[in-house]
């Protein structure tokens, strides 16, 4: 039997889908991304925190987003953020404290 959705719970429905969706990006994305390259989470969570630590939140969730949008690649950070100096030199920064 079809039971008939109200207006109201339709829209409340999109609209708590479309805010999940829109979650700003974090260190459980970095730490994710870098597991499925690196493969450590110890190191990879060191990594996270040290980026976190380093960057801005704007420039933190950028990284974040970029690196699970990313996971895929080879590449651990995306060109667009590479030519970015300062995240650049912070992504090193955390990649030699963590990973050497």
């Keep these: 039997m079809k039971r008939p959705v109200s207006l109201l719970a339709s829209l409340t429905m999109a609209l708590g889908v479309a805010a999940c969706g829109a979650a700003a990006a974090g260190k459980p994305e970095v730490a994710g ?56 030199e912070i992504f090193t920064q955390a990649t030699m404290s963590c990973f050497v």
Excluded: H, Q, R, Y
């Design 33 to 88: 991304a870098c597991t499925t390259k690196m493969g450590s989470e110890t190191k990879c969570a060191c990594f996270a925190d040290a980026l976190e630590k380093n960057l801005t939140p704007e420039e933190f969730s950028e990284v974040a987003t970029a690196m699970e949008a990313n996971k895929l690649s080879s590449a651990m950070l995306p060109n667009n953020l590479t030519a970015k100096e300062k995240i650049s």
